[in-house]
């Protein structure tokens, strides 16, 4: 029979052992900083950008001083590879001690996670600072690529397909996607888009493809739902006759957004595009874009999301990597990395929760006329269900892929 001494006694012993051993208490968030000091987290993340990277060692620094956290920046070319790393642990029967704390995430990589049962939480709630997001009036924070967050990510930017074009060189630029065709067929070489599946040119797929339909009902539903020919037939024609009229006549794409920037910075193209709204503003303030670089967005709209925050259900840090995130939705956080001199990606805070103080931090003084004004980010269009992205890639691959 346990007497009350034993019961005494199997709680000193339970004490004693790490939250990372037990359940986290996701109600005890002073335990749970205890628990993350001294910890090594390792952010599996995106690693194509300068400026990006640069913002990541600088939180890194700021969490080892804050809260004695290593943080290790894993610098990934595709987000898929992460989540296939946690699968195979998964598979192999790795439940507790898995390689990887915390993913930079969203669509379809989150939906696999997700349906995998490869997540972490509900977590967000724990966060003192995602209170600061609103996140009942916000319901782009709420679905990621249409699928319910249930707390098991938390928001960190937002992202809006962005146009910019040289004015010294551009006068009228398009405006919708048959404008796009007109000008790049009067322009030939001056406008590409990035090789596929490179994100920002999956995007413009996706972004031409809500644009020519008549009917987008599909695209929010499971791909497998679909006529998937027949609904994607008005691209594949749209982009046939597009492509001769490229960058190299469509024949090679650049590598990547950054590539992009950089053909528009050496002057081999006049218009090209974005997903930060403020990265053309950012690049003019940092001599990577010519001064006469503009920024618009296409009637009626484009393609907009948020990127988010996970963790592995098997993360070896995962105190460390709440605290993490937690940081990384602070003001001071939040409003460095939307400073254009920094990196210049928009924050997920509401401004409206913050005091004076803190909304002060977000103020830029700076005359930048290549940065977009606030209302002009204020039709977004929805991303489409993410089986979408999968199935637009693999048909481009096979449709263009060996040219």
Not at 88 to 99: I, R, V
Not at 321 to 345: C, H, I, M
């Amino acid at each position: 029979m346990l007497r009350p001494s034993h019961f005494k006694a199997l709680a000193l012993i339970l004490a004693m052992i790490p939250l990372g051993v037990q359940a986290l208490q996701l109600d005890d968030w002073e335990a749970i900083e205890r628990e993350a000091r001294g910890q090594t987290v390792y952010w599996n993340a995106w690693g194509g950008d300068t400026r990006t990277n640069a913002y990541i060692d600088w939180a890194a620094k700021r969490l080892a001083q804050e809260q004695n956290i290593e943080l290790v920046h894993v610098k990934l070319n595709d987000t898929a590879s992460a989540v296939s790393r946690v699968l195979a642990e998964k598979a192999a029967g790795n439940d507790a001690e898995g390689s990887i704390d915390l993913i930079w995430i969203n669509g379809e990589n989150f939906a696999a996670m997700k349906e995998n049962a490869l997540l972490f939480g509900p977590f967000t709630q724990a966060l003192p600072n995602f209170a600061l997001t609103n996140p009942e009036a916000h319901p782009e924070i709420r679905e990621d690529f249409t699928v319910p967050v249930e707390g098991l990510e938390a928001p960190w930017g937002k992202a809006q397909l962005t146009f910019y074009y040289d004015s010294a060189r551009v006068d009228a630029p398009p405006r919708n996607m048959q404008e796009l065709l007109s000008w790049t067929k009067a322009h030939p070489g001056r406008f590409t888009y990035p090789l596929i599946p490179d994100f920002t040119g999956s995007s413009f797929l996706k972004q031409a493809l809500l644009a020519l339909s008549e009917d987008t009902v599909p695209l929010y539903q499971p791909v497998e739902d679909a006529d998937f020919a027949a609904v994607t037939a008005p691209l594949w024609d749209y982009l046939d006759d597009l492509h001769p009229y490229l960058w190299r006549e469509g024949r090679h794409f650049p590598a990547s957004g950054s590539e992009l920037r950089r053909l528009m910075g050496d002057g081999e193209l006049s218009l090209a595009f974005t997903f930060n709204p403020s990265a053309p503003a950012a690049a003019v303030v940092n001599f990577e874009l010519p001064p006469g670089t503009r920024s618009y967005v296409l009637e009626g709209g484009t393609l907009g999301n948020v990127h988010f925050l996970a963790i592995p259900f098997n993360a070896e840090h995962k105190a460390g990597a709440l605290v993490t995130v937690n940081f990384l939705l602070s003001p001071e956080a939040q409003a460095r990395k939307q400073d254009l001199q920094v990196w210049g990606d928009p924050s997920v805070l509401d401004m409206t929760a913050l005091d004076s103080a803190q909304r002060d931090a977000f103020r830029d003084d700076h005359e930048n006329p290549a940065a977009l004004e606030p209302q002009a980010l204020a039709t977004t269009l929805a991303e489409p269900h993410p089986s979408w992205m999968a199935r637009l890639e693999q048909a481009w691959q096979a449709r263009y892929g060996n040219r």
